[in-house]
Antibody, heavy 117, light 110 residues
């Protein structure tokens, strides 16, 4: 069965960086993309960016351009999302999701990132 | 604010039918991109509910249905149940092939 397992919760100070991992299993990793979506406390879903595991082509939300990088390691079927220059409003649950034909059909369990001094 | 517009909340009695609208523009839904819907139960990750405007993944009851017309789409829930209380999000793509979400709609079963 398809599974996306994310790394654990993080607490970071403003101005630092965080890197969240997402290990995929149960499918051919290179055949799908991975999107990253975040959800601030009590708020809706915000798409951050995505990557094609096959081509490594990336796309990012304009709002986060320059602060976010999405990568994959095809040897371990793992995707990564790094967010830099963290601010308090980056506090959120971060989800990875398998992307197929424009939609996200399987989601990770989420990783809580708290930014606090 | 979100690119796609949804009502913040809808409610209905058990057994009733509710609908959630999702309004976009000529840059996303109106440009011909498909609409997809997700259900997010409290404290859990979103779950794909409808893909490609009208299709249900395996395991999703046929009480849930989707439609699309022009730059808008709708999700209908018939035979409303207590377990349907959740947040629902629509999603499409834009001309840059980026993912765009609606702001979410909270469904309350009275």
């Amino acid at each position: 069965q398809v599974q996306l397992v994310q790394s654990g919760a993080e607490v970071k100070k403003p101005g630092t960086s965080v890197k969240v991992s997402c290990k995929a299993s149960g499918y051919i990793f290179n055949n799908y993309g991975i999107s990253w979506v975040r959800q601030a406390p009590g708020q809706g879903l915000e798409w951050m960016g995505g990557i094609s595991a096959y081509t490594a082509n990336t796309k990012y939300a304009q709002k986060l351009q320059g602060r976010v990088t999405v990568t994959t390691d095809t040897s371990t079927s793992t995707a990564y999302m790094e967010l830099r220059s963290l601010r308090s409003d980056d506090t959120a649950i971060y989800f990875c999701a398998r992307e197929a034909r424009g939609y996200c059909d399987y989601w990770g369990q989420g990783t809580l990132v708290t930014v606090s001094s | 604010q979100s690119v796609l517009t949804q009502p913040p909340s809808v409610s209905g009695a058990p057994g009733q039918r509710v609908t959630i609208s999702c309004t976009g523009s000529s840059s996303n839904i109106g440009a011909g991109y498909d609409v997809h819907w997700y259900q997010q139960l409290p404290g859990t990750a979103p779950k794909l509910l409808i893909y490609g405007n009208t299709n249900r993944p395996s395991g999703v009851p046929d009480r849930f249905s989707g439609s699309k017309s022009g730059a808008s789409a709708s999700l209908a829930i018939t035979g409303l149940q207590a377990g349907d209380e959740a947040d629902y999000y629509c999603q499409s793509n834009d001309n840059s092939l980026n993912v765009v979400f609606g702001g979410g709609t909270k469904v309350t079963v009275l």
